[in-house]
């Protein structure tokens, strides 16, 4: 009985891996055509009797502005170009924090947000946090930093309903991804920690402060080597 339950989850784990892996390498040349989140929230909205939004353009990295990419990588991962898919001293600093009751402020990278976007769900177990560790190191292999990027900002919510860089301009600006200032691009980033609470435009003051940050460490970050 034991060698059987042995065998049955030895099967699993090498079904689980081999399509887990071609996953990723699909998704490394073809655009993610919907994410785990967009089908929650879409759920979410139905049960709650409101219209089901999902506002998603997919665009190339090259049709989004290097004002918002620099933004998102100041606002959210400022190692994103340097690390191999975890900031060690961030999650540090961030378990820290939680241990002294504050609020917990993500350790997460660019590289693990984006795993959980396109292969997870939501949520904080342990479960999930081992398959975003694992899904990260296999994005950072396969993929590398530059089309992480270009699926972080094509997946990502950016509003309530609204997923994506085109989509966000659209629906902030009124304009395209390639066409974003950088306080425009600022006000995107700005709001990403809580994209459903937060607006890009007519901001709180706490909104505002952070657009301003973000401008102005823009500057410090020079050419996006890929």
Known sequence: MLRKTLRFLS???LWFFALSVLGVVIFKYIPVPLTPLMVIRSIENVSEGKDMICSH????LEKISLNLQKAVIISEDATFLKHSGF???AIEKAMKNNEKGKKLKGGSTISQQTAKNVFLWQGRSYLRKGLEAYFTVLIELVWGKERIMEVYLNSIEMGDGVYGAEAASHYWYRKNASELTKQ???????ILPNPRKFKATNSTT???RRKDRIVKQMKYIGKLDY
């Open 57 to 60: 353009d997919w665009e190339p």
């Open 87 to 89: 900031d060690f001293n």
């Open 11 to 13: 099967k699993i784990l």
């Open 206 to 208: 706490f909104i505002n």
């Open 184 to 190: 425009e691009a600022a006000g995107i980033a700005a």
